[in-house]
């Protein structure tokens, strides 16, 4: 009998792309065992499940707490050797994990909370190896604008409409958000080539979860997702944006 998967609506488009973009590689390297770190990885919700496939993760992550579950989960999972924990942060990720060190960086979830994100995107282009390519997923301000005035918090929805830059460079309490030209000019800017960008977590993050608490209903709302961020004018109201970037061949 077929396991019935529930599927999650609100990774689902950003494991697309990421499978994608290591079957491409594993064909153009002739490896299909890939080295990917993955930087502010946290707690393995990625890296776990890219072990599984067979791939040698390198989780950097500043949280020993986060470390300490990732190791547990690994071990449940049985990809304990594939995977390896290491404190560190985006400022020094090049000498914790080392230059020209990775197929794959990931970084998800991580350049709205770093101190210095062109620095970063400079150390995470390092440690990648001529052609390798970067999976990076940032939150998306104008979401960011349409969730704070639907809570009422209009002040701070009028601030990150107003400021381009997010919260860059200020002392100021909101987590730095990114528009898809300022991201694209992030990741150009420390070396990188876009290749494909995505809109992901339109609806998922709009609608309450008991919406989807049947696995029909799951299925069916990563489908709308899919489709709706596929038109221009929703993927700009996505609350995450994903890349995928590459380090040009030498
Ligand atoms: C929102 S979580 C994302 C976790 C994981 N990447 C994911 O997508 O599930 C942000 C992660 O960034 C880590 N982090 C915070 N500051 C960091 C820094 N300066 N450099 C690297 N990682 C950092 C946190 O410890 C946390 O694990």
């Known amino acids: 009998?077929?396991?019935?998967?529930?599927?999650?609506?609100r990774t689902e488009a950003i494991w697309t792309q990421l499978y994608q973009a290591l079957a491409e590689l594993s064909s153009s390297t002739g490896r299909r065992e890939l080295d990917i770190v993955d930087l502010g990885g946290g707690s393995g919700v990625f890296a776990v499940p890219l072990a599984r496939i067979g791939h040698r993760v390198?989780?950097?992550?500043?949280?020993?707490?986060?470390?300490?579950?990732?190791?547990?989960?690994?071990?449940d999972a049985g990809v304990g050797v594939q995977i390896?924990?290491?404190?560190?942060?985006?400022?020094?990720?090049?000498?914790?994990?080392?230059?020209?060190?990775?197929?794959?960086?990931?970084?998800?979830?991580?350049?709205?909370?770093?101190?210095?994100?062109?620095?970063?995107?400079?150390?995470?282009?390092?440690?990648l190896r001529p052609g390798g390519v970067a999976s990076v997923v940032v939150a998306q301000r104008y979401a960011a604008v349409l969730a704070k005035a639907l809570a009422?918090?209009?002040?701070?929805?009028?601030?990150?409409?107003?400021?381009?830059?997010?919260?860059?460079g200020a002392s100021d309490p909101l987590p730095r958000r990114f528009d898809e030209?300022?991201?694209?000019?992030?990741?150009?800017?420390?070396?990188?080539?876009?290749?494909?960008?995505?809109?992901?977590?339109?609806?998922?993050?709009?609608?309450a979860g008991a919406v989807v608490d049947d696995p029909a209903d799951a299925a069916a709302l990563a489908d709308l997702e899919a489709a709706a961020?596929?038109?221009?004018?929703?993927?700009?109201?996505?609350?995450?944006?994903?890349?995928?970037?590459?380090?040009?061949?030498?």
């Open 1 to 9: 009998m077929s396991e019935r998967v529930r599927r999650n609506p």
């Open 58 to 75: 390198t989780v950097v992550d500043p949280s020993p707490n986060a470390l300490a579950t990732l190791a547990r989960r690994a071990a």
């Open 84 to 127: 390896t924990g290491l404190q560190g942060d985006a400022a020094g990720l090049v000498a914790v994990a080392g230059q020209a060190s990775a197929d794959v960086v990931v970084c998800h979830g991580v350049l709205e909370v770093v101190d210095d994100p062109p620095a970063a995107v400079e150390g995470l282009a390092a440690c």
């Open 152 to 168: 009422g918090h209009l002040a701070d929805a009028r601030r990150l409409l107003d400021d381009p830059d997010g919260r860059w």
């Open 181 to 207: 030209p300022g991201l694209a000019a992030l990741l150009t800017g420390g070396g990188l080539e876009v290749l494909d960008v995505h809109g992901v977590r339109f609806l998922t993050d709009l609608i």
């Open 229 to 250: 961020v596929a038109h221009p004018a929703f993927r700009a109201v996505a609350a995450a944006l994903h890349v995928v970037a590459r380090k040009p061949a030498a």
